[in-house]
């Protein structure tokens, strides 16, 4: 839960948008995370405007441009989680869900993870996250953190062209990932937010242009190495991090997976997900 | 006239491994430096002697080679004094001075 203040027009319009599905909660309640995102005092209110992040009323960034407030917000509350929701293990992974099962897409950027999770959304699958995916240490479990799906560069028009069932925001063009834009997460995502899911399937994505649709078996040791890199904090958890790790590896099945076209991307992890 | 000084190994003080095994390799975390290894079954082999009691090169090589079922011959030995060598450096083990 977020409590999140601001008067930037661009921000409420988005949030508006993209978060149109989540229930808002009484200004009283409680809140994980109290975030505010606003415009410096001063001549930067309106000269070359900034925007301005405060968490807990302490800035943690430098001010970016007003034009990119918009993404700002998204990677300020991705950097929440990663930093203060300690009580998961918190994977730099996407993930969606099938028939109770969760597939988990530990990937770097630019490996086609958000691009794989927005089509995953739209097609059968249920959003778990774009961005961080958050283990339960008591049970294994993943538990849903369905917010809008960042889309970089060419990928924004693949999935405009892929889905044009999807409300993508507009784009930001010259942030520091270059140009960005944010697709709404389905509203069953959004209900199901409470839902948790057994992690089934892990997945290392690679786009590869003119490649066919393929998943190679990883073995398990190596899955685990590969994943623990993709953990912001696997270090913290010490050797309870190390057990909960072992037994993702130990319930699911591990690929390396390499795609350039969403259609056999998808009829593959349905297969996988049938099976 | 002595023969060059065998050097015997032990676990690095303040360390404490958690092990898993799939098929032929080790993931092996060591509690007290926050790292984990990835290791083949014959470095596995090693790290588990070692921490079993402390033992050189040519003591290890018996009993990995046992434990193994591979011949205690010369290729093995170098092969050791190797993975010795790369856990002195990783902070796994120490010589024992003892």
Redesign the interface.
């Known amino acids: 839960m977020t409590r999140l203040k601001t008067t930037i027009p661009s921000v409420v319009d988005s949030l508006a948008l993209l978060y149109a599905d989540f229930p808002l909660e009484s200004p009283d309640g409680f809140a994980d995370f109290h975030v505010r995102l606003t415009t410096p005092m001063g001549m930067r209110r309106w000269w070359r405007p900034q925007a301005l992040f405060f968490f807990d009323d302490q800035s943690p960034f430098e001010p970016l441009p007003l034009r990119v407030a918009v993404p700002f917000l998204e990677w300020s509350l991705n950097w929440c989680v990663s930093h203060h929701a300690h009580q998961y293990l918190i994977i730099h992974a996407g993930a969606a869900e099938r028939g109770g099962r969760a597939l988990l897409l530990p990937a770097p950027p630019g490996s086609g993870k958000s691009t794989l999770c927005a089509a995953l959304a739209h097609r059968g699958w249920r959003l778990l996250s774009d961005e961080l995916v958050l283990v339960r240490p008591q049970d294994g479990r993943v538990t849903p953190l369905p917010r809008p799906v960042s889309l970089k560069e060419r990928s924004i028009q693949v999935i405009r062209d892929y889905l044009p069932e999807a409300t993508i925001g507009p784009a930001t063009t010259d942030t520091r990932k270059g140009t960005v834009a944010l697709v709404r997460p389905p509203r069953d995502a959004v209900a199901r937010a409470l839902e948790s899911a057994a992690p089934a399937w892990i997945i290392f994505p690679s786009y590869q242009p003119q490649t066919r649709a393929q998943l190679e078996p990883l073995?398990?040791?190596?899955a685990?190495?590969r994943i623990?890199e993709s953990c912001f904090n696997?270090?913290l958890h010490?050797?309870r991090g190390?057990?909960l790790l072992?037994h993702l590896?130990d319930i699911c099945d591990s690929y390396e997976f390499s795609y350039s076209d969403l259609d056999r991307a998808i009829t593959l992890f349905d297969s996988i997900a049938s099976a | 006239m002595s023969g060059p000084r065998r050097v015997a190994w032990k676990l690095s003080g303040g360390s404490s491994l958690l092990w898993r095994r799939w098929n032929d390799e080790y993931v092996v975390h060591n509690a007290g430096s926050g790292d984990t290894h990835l290791l083949d079954l014959l470095a596995g082999e090693v790290l588990k002697q070692l921490e079993a009691s402390s033992a050189d090169a040519q003591g290890l090589t018996r009993r990995v080679a046992s434990a193994l079922e591979l011949p205690a011959d010369v290729v093995l030995v170098q092969h050791i004094e190797k993975l010795l060598a790369d856990f002195d450096q990783l902070g796994l083990i120490d010589p024992d001075e003892g």
């Open positions: 073995p398990k040791a190596r685990f190495l623990a696997y270090s010490g050797a190390f057990e072992a590896i």
